[in-house]
């Protein structure tokens, strides 16, 4: 990463830190572009270079966990079924970052809860993620995915997650411990992927005529 690279990513970050510290000590509606972009010492024009809009702010991991997923669509072996790699790309994400644990997550969620445009923006960003995911596994996987059985796979997949991160994140506790969330999350989505499991590991063992 380039000396540029690293000062736009502090940057980010220092805006994220600021907006978190804001949006809980003063509220969401209270806060504006221009306390964050003072908090974090830019100007409010500059904000802009960063991030769209305040809800834009809350999420500044997703692009991340799109790539990871696609990632690791891109690098599968031969013998990786489209859960594996799912799940696989949900643990790299983990080990690379604690986002899903953090004081920011937590606040998140309240948010999505109390606040219609945050919960709006929330639902268009993973309903872009999955198609964008889903359309990806169906091209890696021809044989064993159409269009629609790779959106249910990876509605499971995104399902899973959220649904464990809703509860998990009502427990201000587990914010001191990101590696028991990413472990009970791992867990979600191994049980919400199990049927896809079973079913890749037979194909593994029934391969279609004219393949084996």
Same mark, same amino acid.
Do not use: C
């Given at each position: 990463?380039?000396?540029? %690279?690293?000062?736009?990513?502090?940057?980010?970050?220092?805006?994220?830190?600021?907006?978190?510290?804001?949006?809980?000590? @003063?509220?969401?509606?209270?806060?504006?572009?221009?306390?964050?972009?003072?908090?974090?010492?830019?100007?409010?024009?500059?904000?802009?270079?960063?991030?769209?809009?305040?809800?834009?702010?809350?999420?500044?991991?997703?692009?991340? #966990?799109?790539?990871?997923? /696609?990632?690791?669509?891109?690098?599968?072996?031969?013998?990786?079924?489209?859960?594996?790699?799912?799940?696989?790309?949900?643990?790299?994400?983990?080990?690379? @970052?604690? %986002?899903?644990?953090?004081?920011?997550?937590?606040?998140?969620?309240? +948010?999505?809860?109390?606040?219609?445009?945050?919960?709006?923006?929330?639902?268009? /960003?993973?309903?872009?993620?999955?198609?964008?995911?889903?359309? @990806?596994?169906?091209?890696?996987?021809?044989?064993?995915?159409?269009?629609?059985?790779?959106?249910?796979?990876?509605?499971?997949?995104?399902?899973?997650?959220?649904?464990?991160?809703?509860?998990?994140?009502?427990?201000?506790?587990? +914010?001191?411990?990101?590696?028991?969330?990413?472990?009970?999350?791992? #867990?979600?989505?191994?049980?919400?992927?199990?049927?896809?499991?079973?079913?890749?590991?037979?194909?593994?063992?029934?391969?279609? #005529?004219?393949?084996?």
């Amino acid at each position: 990463m380039s000396l540029r %690279d690293r000062k736009r990513a502090r940057t980010r970050q220092t805006l994220v830190d600021a907006a978190t510290e804001l949006f809980e000590r @003063n509220g969401y509606d209270e806060t504006t572009i221009a306390d964050i972009a003072a908090a974090a010492d830019i100007g409010t024009r500059t904000f802009f270079s960063y991030f769209a809009s305040k809800e834009e702010l809350l999420f500044p991991e997703s692009d991340a #966990r799109v790539r990871a997923a /696609i990632e690791g669509i891109e690098s599968r072996g031969p013998d990786d079924g489209p859960a594996e790699v799912l799940l696989r790309a949900l643990h790299k994400v983990g080990d690379d @970052n604690d %986002d899903m644990a953090s004081r920011l997550a937590a606040l998140r969620l309240r +948010l999505v809860r109390t606040v219609p445009a945050v919960r709006g923006r929330m639902l268009q /960003i993973q309903l872009d993620a999955q198609r964008e995911i889903a359309r @990806n596994l169906a091209a890696a996987f021809p044989e064993r995915l159409d269009e629609v059985s790779a959106a249910a796979l990876t509605g499971a997949f995104v399902g899973a997650v959220t649904g464990a991160l809703q509860v998990l994140l009502d427990d201000l506790d587990q +914010l001191g411990d990101p590696a028991a969330v990413q472990v009970a999350v791992r #867990r979600a989505t191994d049980v919400a992927l199990t049927p896809w499991l079973r079913a890749s590991a037979w194909t593994v063992d029934h391969p279609p #005529r004219g393949t084996a």
